[in-house]
């Protein structure tokens, strides 16, 4: 855990993929919505508060791919899960990730014996 960091520090700055807590003071509501989105990443965001209007509030404004809400790292394997920025590139898991591997294709086939062979076979 980290105390006292700015958001121009590195660490505030990249995405760290290990336990690490980094605490950055804010001043209200809207303070912490500017530092929160002032990276270039937003793979997933997290609000901790009592005030459930508040945190929705803030989840709307968060340039997050997820925000978690007085919680962390919870992930459904059928609910899609990626980032904005540069941290969105594609989505993993849910029906996202299976439209993206998926490659549509119509075939019609006609069964009834009385249709014109127009190939002679």
Do not use: C
Request: charged letters at 25%; a neutral charge; zero cysteines.
């Amino acid at each position: 855990m980290f105390a006292d960091v700015t958001n121009r520090m590195q660490i505030a700055q990249e995405e760290i993929f290990g336990p690490v807590g980094s605490v950055i003071r804010f001043r209200d509501e809207d303070d912490a919505i500017r530092i929160g989105n002032d990276v270039i990443y937003g793979l997933a965001a997290g609000v901790q508060t009592r005030d459930v209007k508040r945190a929705h509030r803030m989840a709307k404004r968060l340039q997050a791919g997820t925000v978690w809400i007085n919680t962390w790292h919870k992930i459904e394997p059928n609910s899609p899960f990626g980032g904005y920025k540069l941290s969105g590139y594609g989505r993993e898991n849910g029906p996202t990730m299976i439209e993206h591997l998926t490659r549509l294709k119509q075939v019609w086939v006609d069964l009834n014996e009385f249709t014109m062979d127009l190939f002679g076979m």
